[in-house]
């Protein structure tokens, strides 16, 4: 997964990089399931769709679609099935575990990976292996997509926000003191990677440096940064490293409906788990039940195989196939054009980092609002004038 110039932290730095392989517009069309799809406009007529909805949801890319396709030849019922194609497919599944594992830099020898919907799914897990007892402490931050905001609200008895500065990054000063202020009861700062509205990307590795000397423990929502950026949790209990993370696959390239939580294999062990019933099972009486280990006691009911296939493609799509090289050139050549030419335009407020010359990493996610006209007007004329698809309102 690591590239030459990714560090240990496996944090690579922009500019850097040069290209490892060209992809013509053309080319990256068709790389896109409906790449060359057409849509209507006002004036009647038919416009290939430009999408820039991205970071809700990926399209589908077509070397993921084709691996998915290959595997419903031997698509069938896993774990208990005896037949051929069940052992098969049985196989697939657990091999693509251990690929997306791979991919953030884990092996499962101490770390556990359980599938769920998606990133949403994950944090509310997560959540749940929380202890809730009077006096713990729970930091988020400002910057929080609300499934890391609310999801802690929710389960936690205690939970704060550490503050951002202008351009949406979290302030380190601010989440020192609050550990401070806490000191013994934060059990666990959760941030996210890489920000949907403002494309900030906080240094996960120098916060879980802070957040472990204070004896907490780090989550980081990697929804956007996945597909953006390679990222490696680190060995499990190093200063570093990352303790737990959620991301999903509907925004690396592949379908809908798949998602991971990542964390200590000890943490999900010697409980009932949150969810019961076929699978999660060692032994039951009508007065006993003895509960399977993590993962297989976190999934209770038949699993998504082919949505774990297609993530395992995804990360396969995206650190081999387009290459982090290539994917953090390109999206750096996009965003400072993308930023010039809306820097262009009167009575446009970018929110976040709005230079050009992209003086600090950030994500190609890029929020905007024009002054004195409607956001959904913007997104209305966009599409029904341009066929661009965009996202507008309220951002979780
Ligand atoms: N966190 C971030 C930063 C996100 O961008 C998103 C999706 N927009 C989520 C969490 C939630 O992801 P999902 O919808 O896959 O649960």
Redesign the pocket.
């Known amino acids: 997964m690591k590239t030459e110039e990714t560090d240990c932290t496996g944090t690579a730095s922009p500019g850097t990089h040069s290209p490892t392989r060209d992809f013509t517009p053309d080319d990256l069309r068709d790389l896109i399931v409906g790449g060359r799809t057409l849509v209507p406009t006002i004036d009647g007529t038919m416009r290939p769709y430009i999408n820039l909805d991205s ?2 949801s990926t399209p589908i890319a077509r070397p993921i679609k084709e691996k998915v396709d290959e595997f419903y030849e031997w698509y069938s019922a896993v774990h208990r099935g005896a037949g051929f194609k069940s052992q098969v497919a049985s196989l697939a599944y657990e091999q693509a575990r251990d690929l997306v594992a791979g991919f953030v830099g884990v092996d499962l020898s101490d770390r556990c990976l359980v599938f769920v919907r ?3 799914e994950a944090l509310n897990r997560c959540a749940g292996l929380m202890p809730v007892e009077e006096g713990t402490v729970i930091l988020t931050t400002l910057m929080e ?1 609300h ?2 905001i609310l999801t802690w609200r929710k389960h936690c008895v205690h939970v704060e926000t550490v503050s951002v500065d202008e351009h949406g990054a979290p302030l380190l000063s601010d989440l020192e003191a609050r550990l401070k202020a806490n000191e013994g009861h934060v059990k666990l700062v959760a941030i ?1 990677g890489g ?2 509205v403002t494309g900030v990307i906080p240094d996960v590795h120098s916060i879980a440096r802070t957040v472990h000397a204070a004896g907490a423990m780090l989550l980081v ?1 990697a ?2 940064l996945a597909p953006h950026r390679p990222i490696n949790m680190g060995p499990l209990g190093a200063l570093e490293s990352i303790d737990f993370l959620a991301m ?1 696959a ?2 690396m390239y592949a379908p809908l409906g798949t ?1 991971v939580l990542i964390g200590p294999q000890s943490i999900f062990e010697g409980r009932a788990p949150e969810m019961v019933g076929g699978g999660t099972v060692l032994f039951v009486s009508e007065e006993t039940v003895l509960w399977t280990s993590a993962p297989e006691s976190e999934e209770a009911g038949s699993p998504n195989v082919v949505g774990a296939i297609a993530m395992a493609a995804a990360t396969r799509f995206l650190s081999e196939y387009l290459t982090w090289d290539w994917i953090i050139a390109h999206e750096r050549d996009l965003t400072s054009y993308a930023l010039r030419k809306l820097n262009e335009i009167p009575g446009l407020t970018i929110y976040g980092q709005n230079d050009p010359a992209l003086p600090e990493d950030r994500l190609g996610v890029i929020a905007f609002n024009l002054e004195k006209v409607d956001h959904w007007l913007t997104a209305a004329v966009l599409s029904h004038g341009y066929g661009i698809g965009t996202r507008t309102g309220c951002f ?1």
Do not use: F
Request: aromatic share 0%; with cysteine.
């Open positions: 970071a809700a998606n990133t949403t997509h499934s890391n996210s920000s949907n929502d929804a956007q999903s509907h925004k998602g979780c």
